[in-house]
């Protein structure tokens, strides 16, 4: 019950979860965030140390070279995919939690997220588990040209050939749609 609360209080939200920089869209506001998807870690104690997050997004890179020893800046993706799981599920926690305007109840959205057409059923069901932690209720992946072709107003269900070149920090990607699908990528 409080569950469907929370979704119902909830926005739907588009996520380009990229190796550069992650944006994120909310349907009627458009895209609300784009920050760099660097997380800031600060290390307390010996080779088993606590880590904790210190900063995301644009506060993390300005801290890129001015940093104490003990926190260290790091991108969670690698190539399209999650490199660091942990990091990148409260990357994305921190991300929903600034976006999301609910004083009231933490967020729980249903959320859309772009992959790479490359990307393996783990790596798949790795952006999906750490969205779900970020607070999700519902998570759906879409692929980055899809995902782009649509963004660009392109007709993705009509009977012809759309190439989509997908160009991003980490990965790019070409794709040809028709019929709502992926004809070729």
Do not use: W
Request: net charge positive; aromatic share 6%.
């Amino acid at each position: 019950m409080f569950n469907f609360l929370r979704s119902y209080f909830s926005n739907d939200l588009a996520i380009d979860l990229g190796t550069a920089n992650t944006l994120i869209y909310v349907r009627g506001q458009g895209i609300v965030l784009n920050e760099p998807s660097v997380v800031a870690i600060r290390t307390e104690g010996g080779p088993s140390a606590k880590k904790t997050i210190q900063a995301v997004g644009m506060s993390a890179k300005q801290m890129l070279g001015r940093t104490p020893g003990n926190i260290t800046a790091i991108r969670p993706m690698k190539d399209g995919v999650i490199a660091d799981f942990t990091v990148t599920e409260q990357m994305l926690k921190q991300f929903i939690k600034k976006v999301h305007d609910s004083r009231m109840f933490s967020p729980s959205p249903r959320i859309i997220i772009c992959v790479p057409c490359g990307s393996t059923q783990v790596e798949r069901r790795a952006i999906r588990e750490s969205a779900l932690g970020a607070g999700a209720s519902q998570v759906y992946l879409i692929e980055e040209p899809m995902a782009a072709a649509i963004g660009a107003g392109m007709p993705v269900s009509d009977a012809t050939g759309s190439m989509v070149v997908d160009i991003g920090g980490g990965t790019t990607e070409v794709g040809v749609i028709s019929l709502g699908g992926m004809v070729y990528a």
